[in-house]
């Protein structure tokens, strides 16, 4: 008994540690998605350079594999090295063309997240403060609509704005999930 009582006030410190860094996580969610909604177009324009650079270095570590690779292998991995690349300088040359085919691909990924997040919140939601993620679930699929149906007219604030909007509400949910199992423990 002695042992188990020692345990405890580890596993609440490193609960509490946890909870913490997870509330700090959710705070710089929540400005980030803030700054995203004042200044949509910086925000859109930002995704789409951030998307391009990264698809560039996916095509670089393509390149690395395909030089480990054999034969056919090596042919596919030099084939999809140079169309990431390709699409990534394309999306960083032209960024507000990059901007409008990146729309339909953020529509895409929100609506995806929202289908996860509902899976997620009924798996959790015994536990107290699992109906945020419910919450977030629906207005991430919402958003995911919206960016698909005002395509590619206002491409250069709806993504700014809509992303701003699913940080926002995503570092909320994860707030108040924070809090309720900090809850639980103490």
Known sequence: MTTMTGVMPAVRGEVRQSTTWSIVLSVLMMVTGMMAIFIPPIAGLTVTVMFGSLLIFTGALHLGLAWRGHGAATVGEIVLAVLYALIGFYMLARPVAGLASLTLAIAAYLFAKGVLEWILAFTLRPIEGSGWLIFDSVLTVVLAAMIASAWPASAV??????????????????????????????
């Open 157 to 186: 604030w709806t993504v700014g704005v809509l992303v701003g909007i699913a940080m926002f509400s995503s570092g909320l949910a994860r707030l108040m999930l924070s809090v309720a199992v900090r809850r639980i423990v103490t």
